[in-house]
């Protein structure tokens, strides 16, 4: 399983982003897919999932109403679209796919199985 993150950059506060993880080698459609990121100096941290059907959805608190996860099953891709961007939003940004077809949505790290390799977001003040 492959797992190809991008869109990060750099963004002044305010700004959008928007990342996509395209993934290859398993049934796409059959897993639940995650977001997690770490800031400089912080563990890896939980910021949204999507049920592999896509009509769960799961974000962490500080970016709820300025996140949106979702995914194209047709495309075997995974998005977040990032609006409001805060510098506290600085982070390197990981796609992730759970470990069991078609379970329960969940946010915890152990429960995914496959990993990009990070794309950085920087957002300036």
């Known amino acids: 399983v492959q797992l190809q993150a991008s869109g990060g950059g750099l963004v002044q506060a305010g700004g959008s982003l928007r990342l996509s993880c395209a993934a290859s080698?398993?049934?796409?459609?059959?897993?639940?897919m995650g977001w997690f990121r770490r800031a400089p100096g912080k563990e890896r941290e939980f910021v949204a999932a999507?049920?592999?059907?896509?009509?769960?959805?799961y974000y962490t608190d500080s970016v709820k109403g300025r996140f949106t996860i979702s995914r194209s099953n047709a495309e075997n891709t995974v998005y977040l679209q990032m609006d409001s961007l805060k510098p506290e939003d600085t982070a390197v940004y990981y796609c992730?796919?759970?470990?069991?077809?078609?379970?329960?949505?969940?946010?915890?790290?152990?429960?995914?199985?496959?990993w990009g390799q990070g794309t950085l977001v920087t957002v300036s003040s």
């Open positions: 992730a796919q759970s470990r069991v077809v078609r379970g329960t949505v969940l946010t915890t790290e152990t429960m995914y199985r496959y």
């Open positions: 080698g398993r049934t796409f459609d059959s897993y639940n």
């Open positions: 999507v049920s592999w059907g896509g009509a769960t959805r």
